[in-house]
């Protein structure tokens, strides 16, 4: 039979083991959780700071909007190849630049048709003066953008003559009337003929 030391010895042994796993298991625990609520946080920040830039954005365009309708603008039509812009300048306004009522920069991709839109604009130095509504249709992103430049060109004119010059020297004028010639009937494109063979 064992003894009762045996006995205490036995009960104390594995007692002992659990308690010192149990404290191994707990201490690194507790570091993740920490490490998890602060990327929470980080994330949170970041959408709520997205939205509130989102917000702003759309509070801008709704306020060009209503000037738009309100009358207080002057309206344009330009056109590019098969696209046709319809302009419309708003006077006092911030440099908002909406398409077909998305921001500018969202509708047209690439800096260079971004910088193709905003030029009559940095050459009048209206940049930040005055807001552009504008509804486009038809054409290529590129016919597009060069409709609208012609657009805003127009208008400007309208609102003070003395950009007339800058502007008219530069091409922003000019009505490209360049267009692809349509496929005749006969032929494989619009000039190109079959080929002949003389046998």
Known sequence: MPT?????????????????????????AKKPVASKKKAEAAEETKVVKEAAKIEALE???????????????????????????????????K?????NGKAYDKYFTTFELREIVKSPLKTSGQENSVDISVMVKGGGIRGQAEAVRLGIARALIQLNQTFRKSLKKLGYLERDAREKERKKFGLKGARRAPQWSKR
Do not use: H, M, Y
């Not at 009762?4 to 690194?28: R, T």
């Open 4 to 28: 009762k030391a045996k006995k205490e010895e036995d009960k104390k042994k594995p007692a002992k083991k659990p308690v010192a796993v149990a404290k191994e298991k707990k201490e690194p």
């Open 59 to 93: 509070l801008k365009e709704k306020e060009a909007a209503k000037a738009a309708k309100g009358g207080s603008f002057i309206p344009t039509v330009g056109r590019r190849k098969r696209a046709v812009a319809r302009v419309r300048l708003i006077k006092n306004g």
């Open 95 to 99: 440099g908002v630049i909406t398409v």
